[in-house]
């Protein structure tokens, strides 16, 4: 069964400050996506940033980047220059294929990520 | 904006009534779905649906039950409210057809306290 673990319940990082969120999971799959959603105290969860497991390139979307070792099975969200509307929580999901239409979709814990003035 | 509206964003309810909780999309989206969200636990998928009339359980949906009857809208039912059931629920929803994305639009949650 594909799991999804994120080891950091909670983080911290100072304003314009560079911090790296870790995402592992497990699968024996080839094809899959994985994405980061951040939810801000206002609880509205929104995508973040998303991978295809068959590119190699590393996905990016303005300060938020990945860095997906899919041969490690990581997949890391690296937040730059951060700033303190990115204090929210972050989840990481793996969602693979199931046949005929449908699709496994799993999520993280969450890790807790308070932007520091 | 496309938008994905939970009608209530707290309830409180006795243990033993039937709660409803909608969802409702404007983006034409075919699949639906239900989570819950519990500190240290995550996102667990209680019901989903693939389009108006079809419902699939998902991980947790011993308790509840679904109803889909227009494509906009995805009901969730509490049959008979336990206080274990006190949680946050996510509604999300997603195209079926766009190929290569595969985001969710969540709604912002119905903050749910069973007494």
């Known amino acids: 069964a594909q799991t999804v673990t994120q080891s950091q319940p909670e983080m911290s990082v100072q304003e314009a400050e560079t911090v790296t969120l870790s995402c592992t999971y497990d699968t024996s799959e080839n094809n899959y996506y994985l994405f980061w959603y951040k939810q801000p105290p206002s609880r509205q969860m929104i995508l973040v940033i998303r991978?295809?497991?068959?590119?190699?390139q590393n996905a990016t979307e303005n300060r938020f980047s990945v860095n997906f070792q899919k041969a490690a099975k990581s997949f890391s969200l690296k937040i730059s220059d951060s700033q303190l509307g990115d204090t929210a929580m972050y989840f990481c999901a793996f969602m693979k294929h199931e046949g005929k239409g449908t699709y496994k979709y799993i999520f993280g814990t969450g890790t807790r990520l308070k932007v520091l003035a | 904006d496309v938008k994905v509206t939970q009608s209530s964003r707290y309830l409180v309810k006795r243990t033993g009534e039937k709660v409803f909780l909608e969802c409702v999309q404007d983006?034409?989206?075919?699949?639906m779905f239900w989570y819950r969200q519990d500190p240290g636990l995550g996102l667990r998928l209680i019901y989903f649906?693939?389009?108006?009339?079809?419902?699939e359980k998902g991980d947790i949906p011993e308790g509840y039950s679904v109803s889909r009857e227009k494509k906009e809208r995805f009901s969730l039912i509490l049959e008979s409210a336990s206080t274990n059931q006190t949680s946050m629920y996510l509604c999300?929803?997603?195209?079926?057809?766009?190929?290569?994305?595969?985001?969710?639009?969540f709604g912002s949650g119905t903050r749910l306290t069973v007494v």
């Open positions: 991978q295809e497991a068959y590119k190699q």
């Open positions: 649906s693939y389009d108006v009339k079809m419902k």
């Open positions: 983006m034409d989206h075919e699949n």
């Open positions: 999300a929803s997603r195209s079926g057809q766009v190929r290569g994305n595969y985001g969710y639009t």
